[in-house]
């Protein structure tokens, strides 16, 4: 597993640091490893572009200007896609956290079950989210993808494209039987050289699947009656998960 990626927000020095001590004794006793950056404001926060990627970020709500919801909510437009945890003295702020999806909030001064609590359903969380994860290892580089962003994967000698919902194309080398055991029941292998993600389907006609990206990928004969199967399993568990 790829180090958690944790961002930690206040503007109060020793607040920000026994965080940082905290998360990090939390984690490495599941094992865990951690990259913890801390930041002491929410300009420095919103200029940081390792902050945009953090997977966690622990934010003090009462700062100067750009206070902790504001900065929140600069980040939410920007894209972040992590987990917010607030950190407040009133806990009565803690309703506008509503509005950027936050993850959950610690009052301070911090009670150590209330935090362990939080951070044991972080974890999990997290856990879970890494499931709905590939991991791409291409030469030095690593790539974690999201099976949300990916349209298909396609094989052409033993190199996999995984084609991006942005448009995004990213090669590597795997077996597609080995590709097709890493990912989730989303994916559909509609041909011998294609997996498909059944949540970017449009729609299916003349053995063609037109996907969400605007490409499509042939559906062989003789996958055609399991493909129609897969896409009604799959809106099914959709209906259940929403």
Known sequence: MQPISIAVCDDEPYMSEYLAEQVSAFFACESLPTRISL?????????????????????????????????????????????????????????????????????????PDAFRRTMRRLLSALLKQQESRLFVQKGNAQHIIPFADICFCEVIDRKVYLHLKDSTVLDYYEKIETLEQRLDGRFFKCHRSYLVNLDCLKSCQNGRAFLANGESVPVSRLRGRQFSAAVLRRMEQRRFEE
Not at 51 to 72: F, N, S
Not at 83 to 110: C, G, M, N, S
């Open 39 to 111: 930041f002491p404001d929410g300009n420095s926060l919103l200029s940081s572009a390792e902050a945009l990627r953090a997977d966690v970020l622990l934010l003090d709500i009462q700062m100067p200007l750009p206070d902790g919801l504001e900065t929140a909510k600069e980040l939410r437009r920007r894209g972040f896609s992590g987990f917010i945890i607030f950190v407040t003295i009133l806990r009565e702020t803690v309703f506008e956290a509503f509005e950027v999806q936050a993850f959950d909030y610690l009052v301070k001064p911090l009670a």
